[in-house]
Antibody, heavy 119, light 103 residues
């Protein structure tokens, strides 16, 4: 059974960089896209970006593209999100997920990390 | 970019009711539409993909129909466990969600 486990700080200062990691266990990170999705408290879901397991193909939400980098480490079976220059508007729950392109679904999800941007 | 619009935003219903949620795409997406259920404080759960295929383990009271630009999620007989928010999704875009609450 494939499980996605998220890690990273829950509090980030304004203008700092947010960094989260998602570790895939029970299966390989290979042969799939992997995504980050976020959800402001009480609001809907917003796709942040995706990366192919080779690491050479990434796709970002245009509204976040200038601040977001998603990377991947196959040796550690993990992928990461880096978001620069965060503001209060980036205070949301962040989820990692498997982006199963063959069926156009996000079929496996991490547990979610609530990130608060505050000084 | 394709926009996904759900209706209604909120739906009040009773246990045993038949409930229908609609999702409209701004252009044709064939049958590439998924539905998720999310309860407060929980991770979204995939219910249906390719418009009508039930994910393994999802009760048969859930069903999905549609193609092109208009899709529906139906719960044939609402159960207490079904009070939640439902999202449609196509590729990178989610609908805004429909909250099913107790009447």
């Amino acid at each position: 059974q494939v499980v996605l486990q998220q890690s990273g700080p829950g509090l980030v200062k304004p203008s700092d960089t947010l960094s989260l990691t998602c570790t895939v266990s029970g299966g390989s990170i290979s042969n799939s896209f992997w995504a980050w999705i976020r959800q402001p408290p009480g609001k809907g879901l917003e796709w942040v970006g995706s990366i192919f397991y080779t690491g050479d193909t990434t796709d970002y939400n245009p509204s976040l593209k200038t601040r977001v980098t998603i990377s991947l480490d196959t040796s550690r079976n993990e992928f990461s999100l880096r978001m620069t220059s965060v503001t209060a508007a980036d205070t949301t729950v962040y989820y990692c997920a498997r982006d199963f392109r063959e069926l156009d679904i996000f079929d496996l999800w991490g547990q979610g990390t609530m990130v608060t941007v505050s000084s | 970019d394709i926009q996904m619009t759900q209706s209604p935003s909120t739906l009040s219903a009773s246990v045993g009711d038949r409930v229908t949620i609609t999702c409209r795409a701004s252009e044709s997406i064939s049958r590439w539409l998924a539905w998720y259920q999310q309860k407060p404080g929980e991770v979204p759960k995939l219910l249906i993909y390719k418009a009508s295929t039930l994910e393994t383990g999802v009760p048969s009271r859930f069903s999905g129909t549609g193609s092109g630009t208009e899709f529906t999620l139906t719960i044939s007989s609402l159960q207490p466990d079904d009070f939640a928010t439902y999202y449609c999704q196509q590729y990178k875009t989610f609908g805004q969600g429909t909250k099913v609450e107790i009447k």
